[in-house]
């Protein structure tokens, strides 16, 4: 049998505490992130039990959600949700937490600022009460979302009782062409893919398109792992990812960097690894990606056309697109290019990162907002991407070309607080679920990359980017 | 735990795929800080015509009569019937809450979403993945046969219907286990302290900067 192991072999066998006689392992937990959303009812319950949480410094937790991304200093108006962040800034302290509440600079959705602060590093396994926990796999983590129950069960033990998902690779080949960006081609797997093509699966991108990414480039495309029914996804370790890390809050340095980085540089599948799946891309093409319907992966080109159901020969997929016509208001054989747009919003912890906003920025600078968008709105990963932002001048950019530009949070991805469409309101939008009322009862989502959303804003209706002149 | 073992009931169908956490729980209802409650909210957006939040009466809603849930008998269904991939999306474990509240015990489909699969065994509900001939097959005897009921045997690991074994299902042992007999998996794993002490021993050694 050959020895060669797989990424996520490697981190799975090192995270290994014990295993059941049917396969069930009790995996070691190394960082675990915490929101206000999914853990009242774990810390209550570990509370009603009498337990404390077995190793407090392996925490840090943050409101995102809930949050308001307009002024602060009103606190939150909305009582339902005061409590819970409330709850959150009360458990941890009870418990002795690291948190970086509403006031802390460092705030901001979890997924930007765990690995903005190195908390998230390669080979740790990392869990959070979010599925887009699936981002922190960009680092060679093996890093997933989990329920409040297991939420519980880390505090309680810092360990989960898993099943090993299945090896595969999705390598996107070759170059992607000029304003193709790391969403374009997460998109595109998805649309390949499916939304349950995942399922039952870690996978790891590779390929010369991934390994050319930046840092912020490989977390959006881990990040909506999740969205093709993976609960893991991740990208081995190369200079890239140890640069990136270097001289952040949390992680190593001097003798325990050394020591760290010989071990991070073994972070990635050996030759002659076996994947159980094994997927192929061509980046060079990929073009800029719009979705049309309720599910990422109802997505085609920016050049293409709503697709028709009666064409679909698969009978329950042609009235699952059927549905999502009728309650995204489309009509089948429309150009995506002449959809119009309400409403945009640049955010998410799928792209509100510095790069994200420098390519938004990019497109949107000396242009206005077109006059049928009632709102196109700029929210910053963290209250740290906001800053650099600012330093960049990049808000002026926006704020000039007639964007809001607001505080960090979750915001208008899942409207939670009190960003959010109206019934019926189409939105151009960086996130990463169109998923029906996700933004809003209602509300009609088409996910794009950050430029896309820029120029969606820009024209009041989607356009490929390279037609913006 | 709620234990399960074996349960019989009235069958509701909901015929549509990649049923996400969102449809099952929408997002407004996340805000409450207790496990309970979320029944009457669960598949909002589909049954009420109205919109509704934490801090909204849901007796004074308009109910959408065309929603399966609000249909007699399947108001009172106890097993879901749905297509693939359902419970994708969010990791929120309200929406297995908000099922079980609403009096649901299993869920069979094609297929199911991981992170809703897990919730739902630490919550009692048994979450059954069948052949997807077999749920189309269910589909059709359910749009014959008004308010069908079905047993599920989790001992045995069947599906039937009116004493015919229909199907039969596969699950995890430990799962299979701790569901039988409604075990606190937290206090399992703190069985096991002393391994979980001895690997972080381990570990401080060969990789130091996590901890
Ligand atoms: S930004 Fe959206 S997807 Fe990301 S954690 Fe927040 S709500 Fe979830």
Redesign the interface.
Known sequence: MSTAKTLYDKLWDDHV??V?????A?L?I?RHLVHE??S??AF?GLRI?G?SP??S?SIVAVPD??VPTTDRRKGIQ????K??VQ?LDDNCKEFGLTEFDMSDERQGIVHVIGPEQGAT?P??TVVC???HTSTHGAFGALAF??????V??VL????L?Q?K?LNMLVSVDGEVPPGVTAKDIVLAIIGKLG??GG??YAIEFGGDAIRALSMEGRMTVCNMAIEA?A?AGMVAVDETTIDYIIGRPY??DGE??E??KT?WRTLHSDDGAVFDKVVHLDASVIKPQVTWGT?PEMVVDISAVVPDPDAESDK??A??MR?ALAYMGLEPGTPIDEIAVDKVFIGSCTNSRIEDLREASKVAQGFKVADNVKLAMVVPGSGLVKKQAEVEGLDKIFIEAGFEWREPGCSMC???NADRLEPGERCASTSN?N????QG?GGRTHLVSPAMAAAAAIKGHFTDIDKLD | MQIFTRHTGIVAPLDRPNVDTDAIIPKQFLKSIKRSGFGPNAFDDWRYLDEGGPDIENAGRRINPDFILNQSPFDQATILLARENFGCGSSREHAVWALDDFGFRAVIAPSFADIFFNNSFKNGLLPIALDAAVVDDLFKRVSETHGLELSVDLEAQTVSCEGETIASFEIDDFRKHCMLNGLDDIALTLQHADKIKNYEDKRKQTAPWLF
């Open positions: 505490v014990r059941e006689e049917d396969g069930t009790l070691y190394d959303v999914t009242p009812q209550e039990a337990r077995w190793r410094s959600h809930n909305d009582p339902v949700a409590l819970q709850t590093l080979g740790m009460g979010d599925s979302g989990i329920g409040t129950s297991e519980e069960h309680a033990t810092q360990c009782m099943n998902s939304t349950a399922t039952g029914g609960r992680s190593p325990q960097l020591q760290a071990y599910s329950v997929k009235d699952g549905k899942l409207a939670m679920r998923f029906e009322g996700r009862q």
